[in-house]
């Protein structure tokens, strides 16, 4: 979770998983309060990707998932955009 993005920040999720296992899926979901309501950003996916910020926020950004399972990895960070 994090909370305050700026206008071009980019999340980049990467999806690691055991190839013997079922494949989960992820999203992102936006929320104004911690506990809702929300709404998604990105649509349920088990590859990984990468989300443009495209307005300035101080909602609530999570990494959703739709199910854990044995070997998966997912990683995600924040490249925020650059002022000049």
Known sequence: M?????KGDALTVTIHEDPSQMKAT???LQYALPDGPFHALVKDTSDSFTYMVPENTSDFIYLNFGGLFKGMIVTWSCVPVTKS
Not at 2 to 6: E, T
């Open 2 to 6: 994090g909370a305050g993005f700026n």
């Open 26 to 28: 992820v999203n992102l």
